[in-house]
């Protein structure tokens, strides 16, 4: 399955991400982040470069990784029971206002995960508000999930 990152309606060059797992408090904590450009001229310079963070993580109450495959989570606020939907940066960092995020599959060491919403950028049309967001990447699982 292929990945992809779309934003503004625009599509980024295939996308790379980082997975950080920490085992904590009867579960485990996930720290996903994406990171797309793209070279398209009818983008301006600013927006060319776009990443999703999950700088706090989100947590579950679940031992092991493999027992989200297929689970959606998600938010219609910037926070729920799992905690911060993430941080889109583009021009900045801004708060993800709603999000969906599932693991799709963990296969070969590797997880792939879905993600989507909406959020600020605070720039020129159409990266000003209400902007969406949506991103399919397969990334190593950390030496510590295998």
């Known amino acids: ?34 990171y797309a450009s793209t070279e398209n001229d009818d983008i301006d310079f600013e927006c060319q470069e776009a990443s999703l963070e999950q700088v706090e993580g989100i947590f579950f109450r679940v031992q092991s990784i493999r027992e989200l495959v297929g689970r959606k989570i998600v938010w219609e606020t910037p926070e729920n029971e799992y905690g911060y939907a993430g941080v889109l940066n583009v021009v900045e960092y801004e708060e993800i206002s709603k999000a969906e995020f599932v693991i799709e ?31 399919r990447v397969t990334i190593p699982l950390p030496a510590s999930a295998l």
């Open 1 to 34: 399955m292929a990945g992809f990152f779309r934003l503004a309606g625009y599509d980024y060059d295939e996308p790379r991400g980082e997975l950080t797992i920490e085992h904590e408090d009867g579960g485990i904590r996930l720290f996903v982040n994406v």
């Open 105 to 135: 599959e963990i296969r070969d060491g590797m997880m792939t995960v879905c993600w989507k919403g909406i959020a600020d950028i605070g720039w020129s049309k159409p990266f000003d508000s209400d902007v969406p967001f949506e991103t």
